[in-house]
């Protein structure tokens, strides 16, 4: 069946270096890919998306490229703040129905 | 921004217990789903709903579970009898359509606890 595979956590990062969050996934078709963003005790958020291959996702300054070669959606940030430090999800979906996710990565930032 | 609500925020209950757990969608959504998270690990979908009826289930969504859109606003998720492993939060989420790249939309949990 279809899935998706996230780099394991936590990712440790100091204030303004680069992140990136790989995501690669199995799925047949032609999967929509997403990445949502949990903050501390709170929900989940769509951070970006992407419907198509070479598509690029972008806001709040992370971008991720939907690669249908890799089978990739790696999530990047080129400077991170301790403001970004949650839980991020990659997921697929097709036709719009449910999401599957990955375990989710962890990601803390220090000053 | 209109958002997806849900309540309680945690209950705390006994095994065996009955417990519901309500959602409010997007108003003008067609598609509710209900997923869960365990402690630390990924986010799992349970079942989808559509049109007053089940559209597709996961394997964890077996006999004990049900789903109920009452009075056409709220969306509620019942488990009849509660067991310590259905300790989770879990999220309501709603969304529009089924097009390809649609955004389904999250509330913020209802983190339960089985004692």
């Known amino acids: 069946g279809d899935s998706v595979t996230q780099m394991e956590g936590p990712v440790t990062l100091s204030e303004e270096a680069f992140l990136t969050i790989n995501c690669t996934y199995t799925a047949t078709g032609y999967p929509s890919l997403f990445w949502y963003v949990q903050y501390p005790g709170e929900g989940l958020q769509l951070l970006l998306k992407?419907?198509?291959?070479?598509d690029k996702g972008s806001n709040k300054g992370f971008e991720a490229t939907y690669r249908k070669e890799t089978t990739s959606f790696h999530l990047e940030k080129g400077s991170v703040q301790v403001s970004d430090s949650a839980v991020y999800f990659c997921?697929?979906?097709?036709?719009?129905?449910?999401?599957?996710f990955g375990t989710g990565t962890r990601l803390q930032v220090f000053p | 921004e209109p958002e997806v609500t849900q309540t309680p925020s945690h209950q705390v209950t006994q095994m065996g217990q009955e417990v519901i757990l309500r959602c409010v969608p997007i108003?003008?959504?067609?598609?509710f789903y209900w997923y869960r998270q365990i402690l630390g690990q990924k986010v799992e979908f349970l079942v989808s709903?559509?049109?007053?009826?089940?559209?597709?289930k996961s394997e964890i969504f077996d006999d004990q579970f049900s789903v109920e859109r009452p009075d056409g606003s709220n969306f509620t998720l019942k488990i009849r009898s509660t067991k310590l492993e259905d300790s989770a939060m879990y999220f309501c989420?709603?969304?529009?359509?089924?097009?390809?790249?649609?955004?389904?939309?999250f509330g913020e949990g209802s983190w339960l606890t089985v004692v």
């Open positions: 992407a419907t198509k291959a070479d």
């Open positions: 709903f559509y049109n007053n009826e089940i559209s597709e």
């Open positions: 989420a709603s969304s529009p359509d089924l097009l390809p790249g649609n955004t389904i939309y």
């Open positions: 108003s003008n959504h067609l598609y």
């Open positions: 997921a697929l979906n097709k036709q719009g129905d449910k999401l599957i």
